[in-house]
């Protein structure tokens, strides 16, 4: 016959206490409540020695807490991605949190489908990198009074905590570097998106060609034909097409590793005689020859203050938010990629 789990009142009639006072000592609460460290070490070695353990569904309905949060991102695959869950588990962890990290693939269906279903299992809180469509998904965590912070993205007429980078400016000084080195044809790829990270980039481009007195030349690839491979034929034939480009600006890491593969497939010696960035960082980039300079985010930093914004919501009652939108900066990290030809 299978045993029955341990309970904290079996604990409490072994050691002839108080339920009230167990648990206290196995949530944490000994010295806040005033229990004597004799009394708290007994509790704790004879929780250990039956080897008990807390039914965290009982113990989730009866708090109103799960301590776990969801961390959703586009694909935590992603290098860019899954580093910052990585540095967002940790400082999670120290204050107490468990995280479930998941992949939406920007896709809508999956978002609500993951949304609702951890929403459903009563996780505490929401970190979200949303797909477009899914304004209304939040708007309802907002008002239903559930911690969402958004990252990465934001949707421009809804109030809701978010931390994000300054995309436009990024851009814009990662372009004005290539100009500076005496790059004047510079061509930017990225995907065919309405999202706000990736408006801002463009947006960053193609201020600075402007400004400049040069010609913007973009290439926007729709993300479902990313999806299925396709990216690198994308590219080839952008660049086949304008084969007087003397640089090229890659709005993602992803975008960029895919056209390093271009080059080295098709013609080689583009990756030396053309200028290149990347947006978003990439360990392989540092020793890729020639090594991309490429736009960094700052990961700690975000992953602090997505913490920052998380815990008074956590642990604030019913009521009005007063949210907040934090916008940080990026660094360029300039190497052999985008020196003078």
């Known amino acids: ?170 851009s814009f000084d990662a372009t004005k570097h290539l100009v500076n080195n005496k790059f004047t044809n510079i061509g930017f790829i990225t995907t065919a998106s309405d999202q706000s990270q990736m408006k801002g980039r463009l947006s960053g481009y193609e201020k600075a060609v402007l400004e400049m007195g040069l010609k913007p030349n973009t290439l926007q690839i729709p993300f479902n034909e990313i999806i299925k491979g396709k990216g690198k034929d994308y590219i080839y034939n952008f660049l086949e097409q304008n084969k007087d480009l003397d640089a090229v600006f890659f709005s993602t890491n992803y975008l960029a590793q895919s056209g390093l593969e271009v080059f080295k497939e098709h013609n080689p010696k583009l990756v030396k005689e053309l200028g290149i960035i990347a947006f978003d960082d990439n360990d392989m980039f540092k020793i890729y020859d020639p090594s991309i300079t490429s736009v960094s985010q700052p ?27 934090i916008m940080l900066k990026t660094e360029l990290i300039i190497r052999e990629s985008s020196l003078p030809k």
């Open 1 to 170: 016959m299978k045993k029955k789990p341990v309970s904290i009142r079996n604990i409490a009639d072994e050691l002839k206490i108080s339920v009230t006072t167990v648990s206290f000592v196995l949530n944490g609460k000994a010295k806040e409540k005033h229990i004597s460290k004799e009394l708290t070490k007994k509790v704790l070695d004879y929780a250990k020695l039956i080897n008990y353990r807390p039914n965290q569904i009982a113990q989730s309905l009866r708090t109103g807490k799960s301590k776990i949060l969801v961390f959703m991102v586009e694909d935590i695959s992603n290098n860019f991605f899954s580093k910052l869950a990585r540095i967002f588990e940790d400082i999670a962890y120290e204050k107490g949190y468990k995280v479930i990290f998941c992949s939406n693939e920007n896709d809508d269906e999956k978002s609500n489908e993951l949304i609702n279903l951890f929403k459903y299992r009563q996780v505490d809180g929401f970190i979200i990198v949303p797909s477009p469509g899914i304004k209304d998904t939040i708007e309802s965590l907002v008002q239903d009074h559930i911690p969402v912070v958004l990252l990465d993205r934001f949707f421009e007429e809804l109030d809701c905590n978010s931390v994000v980078i300054d995309n436009v400016q990024a």
């Open 299 to 325: 990961l700690e930093e975000i992953s602090a203050k997505l913490m920052d914004l998380m815990l008074p919501l956590l642990k604030k009652k019913d009521g009005h938010e007063i949210n907040h939108k």
